[in-house]
């Protein structure tokens, strides 16, 4: 029974790159979430969604984030012309549909900009 | 905007002690309560959620809530080593949105 899946786990990217996360939900989970977790910070809420449907961007940076879960394939958090500051760690995780919110994280994708 | 506060620690127990781990939260609607235990370099793994007043136990852990004054916290009993991690309290966002609001964390470290 796999669970949460990301990849890449480690990114490394210049400035001005662009790097793409991506993350494939648990198996009969229909919602994802992206969070992000900077060095000696918390766990930030970045965006959710369901297929073809992005319900809650309010994480998200006004520029240079977007993201995806397209009908087929895995849900992508792209994140064009990077910054250093833009190095952390991010989580994807998955829910089924239903209240309480049990949501599952992912390995993580470390992102680090040089 | 709701808010999680933890202490942040760190707090180091004796192997066989009892850890307490506390949480408060600002918004009075809020509903369930989550922890999660995120060990150095991994992600974060769910323990224990909790919805209503009172005890929830599981196995070593227990996990209280007292809605009047706005707390939450986790009991774990018998602490071993293993148990050495980051405490992460949640609770979903205002407004019954779906995503997870986290405190900073608690780093608990157990001792042999």
């Known amino acids: 029974n796999a669970g949460v899946m990301q990849n890449p786990r480690h990114l490394v990217r210049r400035r001005g790159q662009e790097a793409r996360l991506r993350c494939s939900p648990m198996?009969?989970?229909?919602?994802v979430y992206w969070y992000r977790q900077l060095p000696e910070e918390g766990l930030k809420f970045m965006v959710y969604?369901?297929?073809?449907?992005?319900?809650?961007e309010s994480g998200m940076p006004k520029e240079r984030f977007s993201a995806e879960f397209p009908k087929e394939g895995p849900s992508i958090l792209r994140i064009q012309q990077v910054v250093r500051g833009d190095s952390a760690a991010y989580f994807c995780?998955?829910?089924?549909?239903?209240?309480?919110?049990?949501?599952?994280f992912g390995p993580g994708t470390r992102l680090t900009v040089t | 905007q709701k808010e999680v506060e933890q202490n942040s620690g760190p707090l180091s127990v004796p192997e066989g002690a009892i850890a307490s781990l506390n949480c408060t939260y600002s918004?009075?609607?809020?509903?369930?309560f989550f922890w999660y235990r995120q060990y150095s370099g991994k992600s974060p793994e769910l323990i224990m959620f909790?919805?209503?007043?009172g005890d929830k136990e599981d196995g070593r852990f227990t996990a209280q809530l007292n809605k009047a004054s706005q707390y939450v916290s986790l009991l774990i009993r018998d602490s071993q080593p293993s148990d050495s991690a980051t405490y992460l309290c949640?609770?979903?966002?205002?407004?019954?949105?779906?995503?997870?609001?986290f405190g900073k964390g608690t780093k608990l470290t157990v001792n042999p």
């Open positions: 995780a998955s829910s089924p549909q239903g209240r309480p919110l049990k949501q599952y």
């Open positions: 198996k009969g989970h229909s919602h």
């Open positions: 969604l369901q297929k073809e449907n992005i319900i809650d």
């Open positions: 918004d009075r609607g809020s509903q369930s």
């Open positions: 909790i919805y209503s007043n």
């Open positions: 949640a609770t979903e966002g205002q407004g019954g949105s779906e995503k997870l609001v």
